[in-house]
């Protein structure tokens, strides 16, 4: 297979029986190593206030509920690193909710803190991991500007945002009716713009929230272009819904594990003939991880000894002795790196100080 047409991709993703088995065995062919990588890292949520309302999220809290996290403090958040570097973690993984900072609680407290917006306290705060740590930043707070991009750039080894569809008719149904931060003009513009800026760059799809196969083509085709054009994307998540009690999709039927084995098997081909890795969270799939390595899959992703995955909450990362042990039995080995791919640590991609941070770390 050169490069896959939208049909050929349809083709993947409504296979059945035999057909599995074979287009399973074409990913084979293109796998250069039997090495299967993951990031150590903590997972820090520096807000849980967000402009979105996601049908599927079990991240965002209401200003008004008292468990929410408003925004932690730089003590709070340096006390959470130093207990990361205690763990081996490489990677700080700081996650927010879009544009938290139109709601007032949260400009009440970046004031009281010396800030007037939320992307002069996140950049601090990544500065502050870079002067205070021997963890490398990566940024995940939904669209940010090409200014404010720019600025974090600076500061963040690597950064992330999931596409999740490239179908604008997903805006109309529960997963994204009430979120103007998923229209997938804006997520496409944001991962462009990070490319632009030399970027290393997490993103992917989402499945199971109403796309349809032909959606899920569009969407692979999409990133797989913006890739084409920069070469910035170091890898893509195939991330399946699981829903949680008590959020507003809570009786969605998810994906089934023959249409997760179909996307990533799709995935794969489409970005075969790249250094694009493919990743499966395996803390969704703790029954099934084992079988999307036959598929392509060759990156778990960021897994934390120390923190849970609020964004999935009920969904506990393996441990790192079970997540090698479960590679190996499918006949692969388990390799740590860090959160910037090996191809990008160089000048052209990472200023000095990031440099000399993986350097030390190495």
């Known amino acids: 297979m050169s490069n896959l047409t939208k049909e050929e991709i349809l083709t993947i993703l409504n296979a059945t029986d035999s057909e599995i088995i074979q287009f399973m065995a074409e990913t084979a062919k293109y796998r250069e190593n039997n090495l299967i990588t993951y990031s150590k890292n903590i997972f820090i949520p520096l807000t849980e206030i967000c402009r979105n309302d996601c049908g599927y999220c079990n991240f965002k809290k209401s200003p008004d509920n008292p468990e929410a996290i408003i925004l932690k403090t730089k003590d709070e958040i340096l006390k959470d690193l130093k207990e990361a570097e205690k763990y081996g973690c490489k990677e700080a993984m700081f996650a927010f909710g879009e544009d938290a900072d139109e709601e007032d609680v949260v400009k009440l407290r970046l004031r009281e803190f010396g800030y007037d917006k939320m992307i002069e306290y996140i950049v601090d705060v990544c500065q502050m991991t870079l002067n205070e740590t021997s963890l490398l930043p990566h940024t995940n707070g939904g669209n940010f500007s090409y200014d404010d991009l720019k600025r974090l750039k600076e500061v963040n080894a690597s950064m992330g945002l999931m596409l999740e569809n490239s179908s604008k008719r997903l805006m109309e149904l529960p997963a994204h009716n009430k979120s103007p931060g998923k229209d997938p003009t804006l997520r496409l513009e944001t991962i462009s713009n990070a490319g632009k ?15 349809t196969k032909e959606e899920i083509a569009e969407s692979l085709l ?23 009690p008590g959020i507003e999709m ?12 179909r996307t990533v098997i799709a995935g794969s081909l489409v970005f075969k003939d790249t250094d694009v890795s493919i990743q499966v969270p395996p ?17 778990w992703g960021g897994v934390s000894p120390v923190s849970p995955d609020f964004v999935n909450i009920t969904s506990p990362w393996p441990g790192i002795d079970e997540l090698e042990s ?11 790196r860090l959160c910037v791919y090996e191809k990008y640590i160089n000048a052209e991609w990472l200023n ?11």
């Open 222 to 244: 999409a990133i797989k272009d913006i890739y084409d054009e920069y070469g910035h994307i170091q890898e893509v998540i195939i991330q399946n819904f699981t829903p949680i």
């Open 352 to 362: 000095d100080c990031l440099l000399e941070k993986i350097a030390n770390l190495s």
């Open 197 to 211: 800026l030399k970027i290393p760059y997490t993103t992917g799809i989402l499945i199971g929230i109403g796309e």
């Open 326 to 336: 479960l590679t190996n039995d499918a006949g692969f080995e388990l390799i740590e």
């Open 283 to 299: 803390n969704l799939n703790n029954d099934t991880a084992q079988i999307f390595l036959l598929c392509g899959a060759d990156d």
């Open 250 to 261: 809570e009786n969605w039927a998810e994906p089934s594990f023959l249409d997760m084995i």
